[in-house]
């Protein structure tokens, strides 16, 4: 019924747009009907006339076909709601277009700026004439390095470190005064390194921290300060490094941090003692015993007194050593 009213309804309509096609319902609708009742009404000869039972069909196909038309037509109306839509608008920007920035507003951001590096230059300069006005001998040739020193003043310690006051965090406690970096990202520096701490009693600098990847060195002594000091710092940084490895059961980084302090400190027994121990549990015998080897060397037997409390436990490595020498000998023959 459908097919055949689309069929009809493409033969009876001129091809139009769908407003004009709404406003010809009204006419084409008529001049539809007839052609609907005689398609679909029963065959009469010319001269019969229609019998009155034949009617009723014949006006409820006509109804039908005019609501197939109707349906047809709502749907033309749809789809022309619901099709797509270009929206035609300029653009704010296109590719390679830059938002303009007004002369005014980088006039003044550049004055700004200018007027606070000169007003910190200024500030730096007067601090160093202030550092530099009847400094010790030592201290000055430490500033002229651009190096921290124990014996400072504050503002020696702002001139060595090329800062001013605002790039510190100050706290003042009675006669002890510290300064600390403000953050992690901002942290002042010298010519040693990059400063974590300064410790000033009585006005004077007491201790240096100096962040490192192995955690803060600490500088107290003037020895502390020279490159024996800082090896020493770091071999000791690695040895505590290297128990907590041993501790939470990671032989491997355990010797990787004792490989590397003995590098700093070659001649510490104990430090010998506890690569070997390392390498003879990873069942690594021949370094093992040179290892052994070298710490019974080192310690000198014939120096030591294995007596009071103090040398119980030197005396029980040496035990082990030795027997631990035996042992693996006799696997390497």
């Not at 319902?25 to 019969?48: E, I, K, N, Q």
Request: charged letters at 20%; hydrophobic letters at 50%.
């Amino acid at each position: 019924m459908i097919a055949h009213s689309e069929k009809l309804a493409a033969a009876v309509l001129p091809p139009t747009d769908v407003a004009s096609l709404v406003d010809d319902v009204p006419s084409f609708v008529p001049a539809l009907a007839p052609t609907v009742l005689l398609s679909r009404g029963p065959r009469t000869d010319a001269t019969t006339p229609p019998a009155r039972a034949t009617r009723a069909p014949l006006v409820a196909t006509a109804v039908g076909g005019w609501a197939t038309v109707v349906a047809i037509v709502g749907a033309a109306l749809l789809s022309a709601c619901n099709g797509p839509r270009v929206v035609r608008e300029s653009p704010v920007l296109v590719t390679g277009d830059r938002v303009p920035l007004t002369d005014s507003v980088a006039q003044a951001a550049g004055a700004r700026i200018a007027a606070l590096q000169l007003a910190a230059a200024e500030t730096r300069d007067s601090i160093t004439a202030v550092a530099t006005a009847g400094c010790a001998p030592e201290l000055c040739a430490a500033l002229a390095r651009g190096e921290v020193a124990l014996g400072m003043t504050e503002a020696q310690v702002l001139a060595a470190t090329r800062t001013t006051p605002a790039a510190w965090r100050v706290r003042r406690s009675g006669p002890v005064t510290t300064l600390s970096a403000p953050s992690l990202q901002a942290a002042p520096s010298d010519a040693a390194g990059e400063i974590a701490m300064v410790q000033l009693a009585d006005g004077r600098v007491g201790a240096i921290g100096y962040r490192e990847p192995q955690g803060v060195r600490l500088v107290q002594r003037p020895e502390d300060a020279t490159l024996a000091g800082r090896a020493r710092a770091t071999a000791d940084a690695l040895i505590r490094e290297g128990d907590a490895f041993v501790a939470a059961g990671d032989r491997a980084a355990a010797l990787d941090r004792y490989d590397r302090a003995l590098v700093l400190r070659a001649d510490d027994a104990m430090l010998q003692y506890r690569v070997a121990t390392l390498l003879d549990q990873q069942l690594r015998p021949v370094e093992a015993l040179m290892r052994y080897q070298r710490f019974l060397q080192q310690l000198e037997l014939q120096r030591i007194d294995a007596v009071g409390s103090a040398n119980a436990k030197l005396a029980e490595a040496i035990a082990r050593a030795q027997q631990r020498i035996l042992v693996l000998e006799r696997q390497g023959r």
